[in-house]
């Protein structure tokens, strides 16, 4: 499966859709060969993650880290 999306909200938001859409996405750009995760998180999640990873507690709309990096 090129793309996953998965949610802490299930139902509330078209998990499916939005696979769809990602997929369609990659084969555009050229990577339909590429993977892509989405998770969507709680601000307070994504602040712990924002901190964990990049040094910064706080919240943020996006945070993307490359698959193929170290």
């Known amino acids: 499966m090129p793309a996953e999306v998965r949610s802490e909200y299930p139902g509330a938001v078209p998990l499916r859709y939005l696979e769809r859409a990602a997929g369609r996405l990659l084969r555009a750009a050229g990577l339909a060969e590429a993977e892509l995760s989405v998770l ?3 601000d ?3 602040a712990e ?3 964990r990873w990049l ?3 706080w919240t943020t709309n ?3 880290f490359a698959q193929g990096e170290g």
């Open 49 to 51: 993650l924002n901190g």
């Open 62 to 64: 996006v945070i993307s």
């Open 55 to 57: 040094g910064r507690p």
């Open 40 to 42: 969507l998180v709680a």
């Open 44 to 46: 307070a999640a994504m």
